[in-house]
């Protein structure tokens, strides 16, 4: 099991920003998910454990950006454009893989972190 930390999340104001890193050491696919009181977990972004694919949610997509700094054996999440739609608990999720490519799907991912609240109001 690997022991996943995130930070980052807060209250900001529609159209702000934020960037979210998630703590996950060696070679492994990262995944961020969200999830909204009574809503499914969805996957918003991922990168492959080099860092050379990434998907995005439509929902995100031109918004958000996915990056790693393996150097520092961390993922970021940064977050453009925010609106209150975005509110939700956001999870890092990792599966250890070397494979060039990362799916979003929620069943891939072995290792969750606790999560961390973002909250997008006025």
């Known amino acids: 099991q690997l022991q996943l930390v995130e930070s980052g999340g807060g209250l900001v104001q529609p159209g702000g920003s934020l960037r979210l890193s998630c703590a996950a050491s060696?070679?492994?696919?990262i995944g961020w998910f969200r999830q909204a009181p009574g809503k499914e977990r969805e996957g918003i972004s991922c990168?492959?454990?080099?860092?050379?694919?990434?998907n995005y949610a439509d929902s995100v997509k031109g918004r958000f950006t996915i990056s790693r700094d393996n150097a520092k054996n961390t993922v970021y999440l940064q977050m453009n454009s925010l609106k209150p739609e975005d509110t939700a608990v956001y999870y890092c999720?990792?599966?250890?893989?070397?494979?060039?490519?990362?799916?979003?799907?929620?069943?891939?991912?072995?290792?969750w972190g606790q999560g961390t609240q973002v909250t997008v109001s006025s």
């Open positions: 999720a990792a599966e250890r893989s070397f494979a060039p490519y990362c799916p979003l799907r929620r069943s891939y991912f072995g290792s």
């Open positions: 060696g070679f492994y696919v």
């Open positions: 990168i492959s454990s080099r860092g050379g694919s990434t």
